[in-house]
Antibody, heavy 126, light 106 residues
């Protein structure tokens, strides 16, 4: 079945960087986009950015554009999200989520995110 | 595009009919999805394109609306439906989510 499995929890100090992985299985990796969404404690979901797993094109939220980098390793069916210059407000659960078929939506958001990875807790604390 | 949801919190009983509203700050056609999230779990897609039920989701869930106002209805609440529900707009970047509606047991 279609599945996204993320890397484990991380504890980082302020100013450091974190790199979270998301390994896809059960479908043709390069046919779909992958999005990153985070959820700080008690807060709403916040979209961070997106990668076209086929050609590697990316788009980032202006809230994170300077600090976030999303990459992919197609042979490994894995997408990575790196967030730099961490601060305490970045403490959150980070999710990857699959978008629709690229051929149907090109670079548009599409109609849904499904499935989602299990989430990775990133704690930023001195 | 900003999304608001009402109510923020809803206390209901098994068997109740529940309706949650999501409003967008500008027209988004039918590019709206609904997700269910339980504590400690990832969101799960329930409805997409405003009214299309995701495969495997019970038919007691339904969605409606277009433009700026949307609703998610659960026709008869089951114990497993107690969760937080988020709407999401996919009309344009950045994709945004509503603040969530928590459905709790009365």
């Amino acid at each position: 079945q279609v599945q996204l499995v993320q890397s484990g929890s991380e504890v980082k100090t302020p100013g450091a960087s974190v790199k979270v992985s998301c390994k896809a299985s059960g479908y043709t990796f390069t046919d779909y986009s992958l999005h990153w969404v985070r959820q700080a404690p008690g807060q709403r979901l916040e979209w961070m950015g997106w990668i076209n797993a086929g050609n590697g094109n990316t788009k980032y939220s202006e809230n994170f554009r300077v600090r976030v980098t999303i990459t992919r390793d197609a042979p490994a069916s894995t997408v990575y999200m790196e967030l730099s210059s961490l601060r305490s407000e970045d403490t959150a659960v980070y999710y990857c989520a699959r978008g629709p078929l690229i051929v149907l939506v090109s670079d548009a958001p599409g109609n849904w995110f499904d499935p989602w990875g299990q989430g990775t807790l990133v704690t930023v604390s001195s | 595009i900003q999304l608001t949801q009402s109510p923020s919190f809803l206390s209901a009983s098994v068997g109740d009919r529940v309706t949650i509203t999501c409003r967008a700050s500008q027209g988004i056609s039918s590019y709206l999805a609904w997700y269910q999230q339980k504590p400690g779990k990832a969101p799960k897609l329930v409805i997409y394109a405003a009214s299309t039920l995701q495969g495997g989701v019970p038919s007691r869930f339904s969605g409606s609306g277009s433009g700026t106002e949307f609703t998610l209805t659960i026709s008869s609440l089951r114990p497993e439906d107690f969760a937080t529900y988020y709407c999401q707009q996919l009309y344009s970047y950045p994709v945004t989510f509503g603040p969530g509606t928590t459905v709790d047991i009365k």
